[in-house]
């Protein structure tokens, strides 16, 4: 089995699908591995060393007799014109809303997986790249504030007089919204969070932050049997926009998290509210790709609004390219072996596992997919930035 590793055509991605110690298992395992000269430039990882962990360096030509293609972003149609059909492709696809793009992989006729829609199970755990890169986004976000922030972020006691702690506040608690609770706290902030979600208030006060929301009946209710957030009624979000806006009033930096697949990104931080915070206070929309939490933010700029500055990176993972290519990859190769026969190590795909059935968007010149190309939509789509596991909540923060 040969597997090709390109360099990422996007602009912006800084990130790549393979690193040395993927390389030697997949190796391992027998596949003949190529990658790109330079595809792991951009996130510290040099061709020497995917050539001494058994990779050999090649050219886009190299494309054209892999059997699987491993990708950060979903191929280009220049991309695509160079693969063989029958091809496996993984990538992070981002689906929703591009029927042309899928058919245009339909008519290659490669296999394209899509990574993001792997389904949230014990067994797909390690292969989860919306937790490994949302966790990363989260740090980032934190790191992101800190740096245009003009004051100190935790409290401090001098001869001079008192500087008092940054007041953060994270709306959206999923994987994202708990990493920016706990590296604004590790700064030394007064950190507030808030979610839809009953659950995550345990997981919120368990990092040391408060927990803000409108706690009446229906907010007990508001969560499926998955653990992901229901629809609120008009009446339940009212109420909470009210509470939301005064308490943003108060707050120098507000992280915004909340992305549903197929839609735009829900408005959470109206312009009266960021009109309403203090002058120098600073918003993170890490939506922003996606049309934004934040109304009158942009994506890859910083906006001047009122008294505050609205932060719109792109990609924001991508700006911890080290430590995503490597989260990445490991993802990757994790459900990579699972298509692998234990024997020999060529490719047998079990077209029945679940999940092959839940990532896989093109076969034989269709889309296959339930929720894409005219089928039938499942109803209740995978969350872009879910609730995290048990373990998820409790890893690294015993710092």
Request: hydrophobic share 45%; no cysteine; net charge negative.
């Amino acid at each position: 089995m040969k597997i090709f590793v390109p360099k990422e055509s996007a602009e912006g991605e800084s990130r790549v699908a393979a690193s040395p110690d993927t390389i030697k298992k997949l190796t391992g395992r027998g596949a003949e591995i190529i990658v790109e000269t330079g595809a792991g430039a951009k996130s510290r990882i040099t061709d020497a060393a995917f050539e001494e962990a058994g990779a050999k360096i090649g050219d886009r030509s190299d494309a054209g007799s892999a059997d699987v293609v491993l990708k950060v972003r979903r191929p280009t149609g220049d991309e695509l014109s160079a693969y063989k059909s029958g091809a496996v492709v993984i990538a992070i696809m981002d689906p929703y809303g591009q029927d042309e793009a899928l058919n245009a992989m339909a008519e290659a006729g490669i296999l394209a997986f899509a990574m993001e829609l792997m389904p949230r199970i014990t067994r797909a755990q390690v292969m989860d790249v919306l937790s490994s890169q949302a966790n990363l986004a989260g740090y980032r976000a934190v790191v992101d504030a800190s740096h245009e922030f003009d004051r100190a972020f935790p409290m401090m006691m001098t001869a001079a007089g008192t500087v008092p702690a940054a007041r953060v506040f994270v709306m959206g608690v999923g994987v994202a919204g708990l990493q920016a609770i706990a590296t604004a706290k590790r700064l030394g902030a007064v950190v507030t969070a808030t979610d839809v979600r009953p659950a995550t208030k345990e997981q919120v006060e368990s990092l040391g932050a408060k927990f803000v929301a409108v706690e009446d009946e229906e907010f007990k209710a508001a969560e499926t049997s998955g653990g992901y957030a229901k629809e609120m009624s008009k009446e339940y979000q009212q109420k909470q926009a009210e509470l939301v806006a005064k308490h943003i009033a108060k707050q120098d930096i507000v992280i915004t998290t909340a992305l549903i697949p197929g839609r735009p990104a829900p408005k959470l931080v109206s312009k009266d509210m960021v009109a309403s915070m203090r002058p120098g206070s600073l918003l993170v929309d890490l939506a922003v790709e996606r049309g934004g939490n934040v109304e009158g933010s942009r994506a890859g700029e910083i906006v001047e609004a009122g008294p505050a500055r609205i932060i719109g990176y792109t990609n924001v993972s991508g700006r911890v390219s080290a430590s995503a290519s490597l989260l990445y990859a490991k993802n990757l190769s994790a459900f990579v072996e699972t298509m692998l026969d234990k024997e020999t190590g060529a490719l047998a795909i079990d077209f029945d596992d679940e999940l092959v059935k839940a990532t896989l968007l093109t076969r034989e010149g269709k889309v296959v997919h339930q929720n894409f190309g005219g089928a039938k939509a499942d109803e209740t789509p995978r969350p872009e930035e879910p609730a995290p596991s048990k373990e998820e909540t409790t890893a690294g923060e015993g710092e």
